[in-house]
């Protein structure tokens, strides 16, 4: 069976073997030890100096999109469920745990409500 492209842009269908190819030669990759183009990209923008302050504003945006999935996950609800109880939807939902909307205080209080938390703000 041939690769084939689907008519959406970010979708391509392989077979198990073009599969198991791409996993090969990664694995290969992996196991030289010799980082890829992007790799060393990625790594450059990381180290420099000039990215500092945005570097750090992304790795506190991780941080609380890890703390929201924890409590919910913490008080044994589903997206749908906590979504439900804030009086929005499961996909507003999904997309403040994978970082997509910038979350106001208000949204993270009621968020915490929801999972029956309280919200504490440490400056530090």
Known sequence: MKSKETEYEHAAYLTDEEIEEQLRKLGERIKSGIPDEDELERDAYFNDPANAD???????????????????????????????????????????????????????????????????????
């Open 54 to 124: 945005e570097v750090n504003a992304m790795f506190e945006r991780f941080r609380l999109r890890e703390e929201l999935y924890k409590a919910r996950h913490e008080a044994g609800l589903s997206q749908a469920e906590l979504a439900k109880r804030m009086g929005t939807s499961q996909t507003y939902i999904a997309a403040l745990e994978r970082g997509r909307k910038n979350v106001t205080f208000d949204t993270l209080s009621k968020f915490a409500r929801a999972c029956g938390k309280s919200l504490s703000i440490k400056l530090a």
